[in-house]
Antibody, heavy 123, light 107 residues
Framework: EVQLQQSGAELGKPGTSVKLSCKVSGYNIRNTYMHWVNQRPGKGLEWIGRIDPANGNTIYAEKFKSKATLTADTSSNTAYMQLSQLKSDDTAIYFC????????????????WGQGTLVTVSS | DIQMTQSPPVLSASVGDRVTLSCKASQNINKNLDWYQQKHGEAPKLLIYYTNNLQTGIPSRFSGSGSGTDYTLTISSLQPEDVATYYCYQYNSGPNTFGAGTKLELK
């Protein structure tokens, strides 16, 4: 069974950084991309970016290019996201997600999500 | 980045109604579109992938269609447990993007 276990809630002061983790069990992250998505209070889902853990290649949404840094440790099967220069606007739930595409004559797509990490930015 | 516009933002319907949610992309996304359902306090759940493929375990009252820039999620007979926010999600090119969501309520 594939599971994504995210780290616990964070309280960060403005101007500081936090690093979130997402540990995957049941699947080797070398074989997929790891995505990060946020959701501000009462708002919709925003795609932040994704990393290819096999080579470290990343793609970010434009607005997160100077905010988020995605990394991955294949030895521990864990993805990370660091958020820098925290502002109150960064207060949100942050999800990691793994989307798998599989083809055996029929196309299948599976999406696995972590439970989310609440980041609260406050002095 | 590709922009995804969902309409309506809020939809009120009655149990048993046929419900249609729309999603329009700012450019051709070649059917590379998923639909997610999110209930309050939960992680999103994949309902439909690649425009019209029903995810395993999802009731057959959900269906998807579309091509080019215009996509639709249809619920053939609304059930109380379908109350949620629905998001379209494109993964065709460049940064992936979500629509702003359609909140589905019971009338």
């Amino acid at each position: 069974e594939v599971q994504l276990q995210q780290s616990g809630a964070e309280l960060g002061k403005p101007g500081t950084s936090v690093k979130l983790s997402c540990k995957v069990s049941g699947y080797n992250i070398r074989n997929t991309y790891m995505h990060w998505v946020n959701q501000r209070p009462g708002k919709g889902l925003e795609w932040i970016g994704r990393i290819d853990p096999a080579n470290g290649n990343t793609i970010y949404a434009e607005k997160f290019k100077s905010k988020a840094t995605l990394t991955a440790d294949t030895s521990s099967n864990t993805a990370y996201m660091q958020l820098s220069q925290l502002k109150s606007d960064d207060t949100a739930i942050y999800f990691c997600a793994m989307i798998l595409d599989y083809y055996d004559g029929t196309y299948y797509r599976f999406a696995y999500w972590g439970q989310g990490t609440l980041v609260t930015v406050s002095s | 980045d590709i922009q995804m516009t969902q309409s309506p933002p809020v939809l009120s319907a009655s149990v048993g109604d046929r419900v249609t949610l729309s999603c329009k992309a700012s450019q051709n996304i070649n059917k590379n579109l998923d639909w997610y359902q999110q209930k309050h306090g939960e992680a999103p759940k994949l309902l439909i992938y690649y425009t019209n493929n029903l995810q395993t375990g999802i009731p057959s009252r959900f269906s998807g269609s579309g091509s080019g820039t215009d996509y639709t999620l249809t619920i053939s007979s609304l059930q109380p447990e379908d109350v949620a926010t629905y998001y379209c999600y494109q993964y065709n090119s460049g940064p992936n993007t979500f629509g702003a969501g359609t909140k589905l309520e019971l009338k």
